[in-house]
């Protein structure tokens, strides 16, 4: 633990708790503190600074590209980063959870230079895989600062890894442990324990966790083969939208801290997982933070795994229109409405459609008249769209019907903004498009720019 983390036992004063009394399970509502509002109030300045950057970004590229002239492909979709956002956040979290470590999950964005970011951030890195670990170490990242949390192993991987440095690694099963003791006897182990993910965007109990009636009886087994485990983990679900399941999380890791003490073991790590939302972090974080507090002294060390929270915001993307198809609909009067179909779809960067449960909203990026990020066209008429991505499956939606305030044509744009989470990184080739977009940079915080060097 840092001298800062220790710094923050026991609760600052300038926090006060209310406890609701409807309902004791329910996250305790903290008062922003005054570097709560502080924080809150510098991030609205630069709020409207990163939004001039990401529009002189998009209008550069897309002014760049003449699609009647273009090489093929070239006006592809394509990102723009605002790695400041990222930075943001990360001061946001230290204002929020200044006890609890964060290890980005990697597998959420993979963006090299968000990587480069969290790491001069100081931030671990949560890794499922040997590519992952490949990633994090090639950049020179300290292999004590990853968590390989991946509760069910490749075999040749964890003897890939007992050689990497790589010590803490999680487990939730009887045959996991035989697994670590056959080919990392020496690895810092924490048990995942399952919780209650009903409320989340994606569920991961239902194949993760191991149930507490469960916990005693895995922890004798991992002291009778003389494996040396650690601490608990916990993910309450991917997008949690019950602020509550954290602190129950968080109690059900004591109950497993002190069977594990019973049996003889020293527990001093807890790792909060992901989860978190960029809407509902400060509610999740008035109630997590506390309940931390309350049941781990400033003994342990805590973790948390975000992924999500880090990235979504920070970014746009830009698509181009390819095609129209004019629908004319007698039920519907006489104004037509028009399919659109744009060159990145549910096989590229929309993969968040199937697989993370998003609806990105399109709006207009340029048309004939003119560019309009964040400002949209003066038209009073909407028009009625569906929206379809690049490939010949007819799952390949965006959208079934939506309406802008422009008459759209092959040619436009559109962008998406909060793209970033669970989007590039489950993109796919099919069809013989890219998965692999060009992403712009910017960077709205002088902070971020100084650690990058941009
Ligand atoms: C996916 C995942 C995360 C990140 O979850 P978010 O909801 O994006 O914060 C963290 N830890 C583990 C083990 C995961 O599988």
Avoid at 82 to 111: S, T
Avoid at 384 to 396: A, K, L, M, Q, V
């Amino acid at each position: 633990m840092s001298p800062s983390e220790i710094s923050t036992w026991p609760i600052p004063s300038t926090t006060s708790t209310v406890a609701s009394p409807i309902a004791p399970r329910c996250p305790t509502v903290m008062a922003p503190s005054t570097q709560q509002r502080r924080f809150s109030q510098a991030s609205a300045n630069t709020k409207q600074r990163a939004q001039m950057l990401i529009a002189k970004a998009l209008e550069t590229r897309v002014n760049g590209i003449n699609p009647d002239e273009c090489d093929a492909g070239s006006e592809d979709a394509f990102f723009v980063a605002d790695l400041g956002d990222v930075y943001r956040q990360h001061m946001r979290w230290k204002v929020n959870l200044p006890r609890i470590e964060p290890f980005y999950a990697v597998k959420c964005n993979g963006d090299p230079k968000v990587l480069e970011l969290l790491a001069s951030l100081g931030t671990g890195f949560d890794c499922a895989s040997k590519a992952e670990i490949e990633q994090v170490l090639g950049m020179g990242i300290d292999p004590q600062r990853i968590i390989y949390a991946n509760p069910c192993k490749t075999p040749s991987y964890v003897r890939w890894v007992a050689e990497s440095g790589v010590r803490m690694l999680t487990f939730d099963n009887a045959e996991e442990l035989y697994k670590i003791k056959r080919f990392y006897p020496t690895a810092q182990c924490v048990l995942r324990i399952s919780t209650d993910d009903s409320k989340a965007l994606c569920r991961l109990s239902l194949k993760y966790g191991c149930p507490l009636d469960d916990t005693a009886k895995l922890l004798a087994l991992a002291k009778e083969l003389e494996l040396d485990v650690i601490g608990v983990s916990f993910h309450v679900g991917s997008g949690s939208e019950d602020p509550s399941a954290f602190i129950t999380a968080v109690e059900d890791a004591r109950t497993v801290f002190d069977q594990a003490a019973e049996i003889g073991f020293e527990f001093n790590l807890l790792d909060v997982g992901g989860g978190y939302g960029t809407h509902n972090f400060e509610e999740i974080a008035g109630g997590l933070g506390p309940a931390v507090d309350k049941n781990f002294p400033p003994s342990v060390r805590v973790i948390a795994e975000p992924g999500r929270y880090y990235v979504a915001t920070a970014f746009t993307l830009a698509t181009h229109i390819i095609a129209r198809r004019t629908v004319q609909d007698e039920m519907k009067g006489d104004l037509p409405s028009y399919m659109l179909y744009q060159n990145d779809g549910v096989y590229g960067n929309f993969s968040n459609i199937i697989f993370d449960h998003q609806n990105p909203v399109a709006k207009v990026l340029k048309d004939q008249n003119g560019f309009y990020y964040n400002s949209q066209p003066e038209n009073t008429r909407l028009t009625e769209y569906s929206i379809w991505g690049p490939t010949c499956d007819g799952i390949d939606c965006i959208t079934k019907s939506c309406y802008l305030p422009a008459v759209l044509d092959d040619g436009d744009w559109l962008y998406y903004t909060d793209m970033g989470a669970y989007s590039k990184c489950s993109a796919t080739k099919f069809n013989g498009f890219s998965n692999d977009h060009d992403t712009v940079y910017v960077v709205s915080e002088p902070g971020a720019k100084a650690l990058l060097d941009m």
